[in-house]
């Protein structure tokens, strides 16, 4: 599968469009724009006040857009749900139909937990094709265990829409490969980039392969990625690396468990 990975795309239906369309130009099957692609990432209190739900505005575009190219595609937008404001990325098929919707678990900084509710469902995924597609938010790569959960689960691609800020550089060129390679999956990470209310965003948004090595890297101007994944790729990196059959969960138990201070 041919996938695209858009950085540094501005808020809205027309800049959406016109990283779809370039995705269909390059071949692509599936694009991932970065977090809240919908609204952009700096809200605060705004959160609540431009919040739709699930079959909104933002899922309607990006549904037209997916039947016009015929291009899946991955798209952030705050969601409310009655009272609650999530912080929402969206899997919508290159027919237009929703294939999964997932909910920010892991809510970084006061900023965030002021705006959203953390969502509870871990693994979401959707096969597209022949490839099984996981949905993960930003902070969500940086803790070991939602990969895992992926991995153990049969997660072929991880799209991870981001908005990560200077000077956490090496989430992308650290945290973010040793994901893919420790996991044996493909990380498809969509990042923001350059300075916008307040924040400077990081940018380096990446295609990471099962073997670690990173097929497709941005630096620190809006892009648009290519890179390839398959199953193949999986299979062989998991055959190589048996970190998933060579585990002791029955050693893991404490694992839960908050650290000791």
């Known amino acids: ?97 929703t294939l999964a919707t997932y909910r920010k678990t892991h809510l970084y900084g006061e900023e965030e937990r002021a705006a959203f509710a953390p969502g509870g469902d871990l693994l979401v995924q959707a096969r597209l094709d022949d490839l099984t597609i996981g949905l993960l938010v930003c902070y969500d790569i940086e803790f070991p265990e939602p990969a895992r959960a992926h991995a153990l689960a049969g997660t072929d691609v991880l799209a991870v829409p981001t908005a990560l800020t200077r000077p956490y550089e090496n989430v992308p060129r650290v945290l973010v490969p040793a994901r893919a390679y420790e996991n044996g999956l493909h990380v498809a990470y969509a990042n923001h980039c350059g300075p916008h209310g307040g924040l400077d965003f990081a940018g380096l948004s990446c295609l990471a392969g099962p073997d670690g090595e990173v097929r497709a890297r941005a630096g620190a101007s809006p892009a648009l990625l290519f890179g390839d994944a398959d199953r193949h790729s999986v299979a062989a990196a998991r055959a190589d690396t048996p970190y998933l059959t060579d585990r002791r969960p029955d050693l893991y138990a404490d694992l839960a468990r908050s650290p000791r201070t």
């Open 1 to 97: 599968m041919r996938i695209a990975v858009a950085q540094g795309i501005a808020p809205g239906e027309e800049a959406l469009g016109a990283v779809v369309e370039g995705a269909a130009r390059g071949g692509a099957r599936l694009v991932v724009a970065p977090e809240l692609s919908w609204t952009g990432y700096v809200l605060g209190r705004e959160a609540a006040r431009v919040a739709e739900p699930a079959d909104g505005p933002a899922a309607q575009c990006a549904a037209a857009l997916a039947r016009r190219y015929g291009v899946a595609v991955v798209y952030g937008w705050p969601e409310r749900d009655g009272t609650a404001v999530y912080n929402s990325t969206a899997l919508v098929g290159p027919d237009g139909e």
